[in-house]
């Protein structure tokens, strides 16, 4: 058991937490049943106290899973750990996940309190969440500031009180691994009755030491990890699942096992990436565009001769499928369903055919379709029931003239036309667009990716628009940049409040 990994995914919940990231409930469930399949053993499924849509998603992902335990955060405060429970309430195993901040800087600023007061807090809110369920986890916020001699006077007491699991959380990524890791150490060597719970991590990346922190806990006792698809969360992020896992399984003498289907890595980082319209880092670990490409003329010939010269992971293991069918206008709505599938999507025949309408429109544009197309078309739908609609879009731009771009909406049924001259043809169209709809909203920021490589690529556009004092999220994927950009500006629009 000792040599057993937990993996407690929070995706829905921290990583859920990024601004523009917001999944709604049919999303959550269909991430909840890819993390299922993938083999984590704990989903925090949401912050039920937090708001109705939370509560929802904890009761809907609570009947959609069978068998990881499904976990609800709260505040060390009576009526959230019963918001909690009632959310629970359909959950095959069910787990409380409470605390309160340790440190120095939250006892003083931001509870007002002191330590001894902070203890008694810590003991009653897991006393009372016992008397709800059987599986308690106890966080200790900020314990990465925390003074070790008085962590370990919260961790004994919180497990006294019936915790079944403490969380040692480098809440700001502020932490060294080797201080980390000599902080899981004090714990189990001055805490009576450490190994009646089970110790487990949550580093921040702030610093970029997420994962280096996460494996140093492990290596010091630790055996429950807490971890995000692709690293998401909170400014920089959380420990990213893929990199803890794929560690664990390239240094097989650690000895150490997951639950993880490695091989089911990859299609579940898409999907997440597709969802959350958040782009993976070409660069990033495990499951970037990059991780597994080679430029340098010595490393692609020594990789010809042996691939293990410069890669420690087959691509196999974590789904990455280098002979994948490619999909091009010959290819049927089988081909389409399988590579849906292989990427963790899956389509009733009704949506086949609505995103097989749209791939054959987009392969008519290019030569080859990748599968960040075919998972942006499947997520196509999101826009459909929009109540604003982009109906035309014509510009004229170029060297020595001005930028004109010509614009039609569609807005509840009715058409609507302007005209406007710009600084390029993105400034152009979307001050066409301004005109028609006549609102005070700044442009906050502009992103452009191309999904891989090549004239003819379907290019994602990510912006921020401020309207009445909010900062609205938005998503835009075109083969022709300009058209993906106004669709942006339209998608942040349609969730004004208009």
């Known amino acids: 058991m000792e040599n057993r990994l937990f993996i407690f995914d929070t995706t829905l919940r921290d990583g859920e937490q990024v601004p523009g990231c917001q999944l709604n409930t049919v999303e959550k469930i269909q991430v909840a049943k890819a993390l299922e399949a993938l083999g984590v053993d704990v989903i925090e499924a949401g912050f039920p106290v937090s708001s109705p849509g939370d509560f929802n998603s904890v009761i809907e992902i609570s009947k959609a899973v069978t068998w990881p335990t499904i976990c609800a955060l709260t505040r060390a405060v009576e009526k959230d750990i019963d918001v909690?429970?009632?959310?629970?309430?359909?959950?095959?195993?069910?787990?409380?996940?409470?605390?309160i901040g340790t440190s120095e800087s939250h006892i003083k600023y931001k509870f007002n309190s002191n330590r001894e007061e902070?203890?008694?807090?810590?003991?009653?809110?897991?006393?009372?969440?016992?008397?709800?369920?059987?599986?308690?986890?106890?966080?200790?916020?900020?314990a990465g500031r925390t003074d070790n001699e008085y962590l370990a006077r919260v961790v004994e007491a919180v497990i006294k009180a019936g915790a079944t699991v403490v969380n040692i959380p480098d809440t700001t990524g502020y932490c060294l691994p080797s201080e980390y890791e000599a902080k899981i150490r004090y714990l189990f060597e001055h805490v009576d009755g450490i190994h009646k719970a089970i110790i487990s991590t949550h580093c921040h990346n702030d610093l970029g030491m997420a994962t280096a922190n996460t494996m140093a806990g492990v290596l010091a006792g630790a055996r429950q990890v807490e971890v995000t698809i692709n690293g998401i969360g909170e400014r920089a992020g959380n420990t990213a699942l893929e990199e803890v896992t794929m560690i664990l399984k390239s240094h097989a003498d650690l000895g150490i096992q997951t639950n993880i289907n490695t091989q089911k890595i990859y299609p579940t980082s898409r999907m997440v990436s597709s969802l959350m319209n958040m782009p993976v880092q070409p660069n990033k670990a495990i499951v970037g565009r990059n991780a597994f490409a080679h430029s340098s003329g010595i490393h692609q010939d020594g990789v010809l001769k042996n691939v293990q010269t410069y890669e420690i992971i087959d691509p196999h293991e974590v789904g990455i499928d280098d002979s994948s069918i490619v999909l091009t206008a010959r290819s049927g709505r089988a081909a389409l369903k399988n590579r849906l599938g292989v990427l963790g999507v899956k389509l009733d025949q009704g949506k086949l055919d609505m995103v097989y309408e749209e791939f054959l429109k987009l392969a008519d544009k290019k030569k080859d379709i990748n599968d960040d197309d075919i998972l942006v078309l499947a997520g196509a739908d999101r826009s459909l029931n929009h109540r604003i609609k982009l109906d035309f879009l014509q510009v004229t731009s170029g060297v020595g003239v001005r930028s004109v771009a010509s614009l039609g909406l569609n807005i509840s049924g009715e058409k609507f036309e302007a005209c406007a001259v710009g600084n390029g043809p993105v400034d152009a169209a979307i001050k066409a667009l301004k005109k028609i709809i006549d609102r005070q909203m700044t442009l906050k920021e502009f992103t452009i990716q191309a999904i891989s490589k090549g004239s003819d690529d379907m290019g994602k556009v990510h912006m921020q628009v401020e309207y009445d004092h909010q900062v609205y999220y938005g998503f835009g994927a075109n083969t022709d940049i300009i058209a993906a950009s106004v669709e942006a500006y339209i998608d942040c629009i349609n969730k004004f409040k208009l």
């Open 84 to 99: 909690a429970a009632e959310a629970l309430k359909y959950a095959k195993r069910k787990r409380i996940h409470t605390g």
């Open 118 to 142: 902070i203890i008694e807090r810590a003991v009653a809110a897991v006393k009372y969440a016992r008397r709800l369920v059987d599986d308690v986890e106890f966080y200790a916020e900020d």
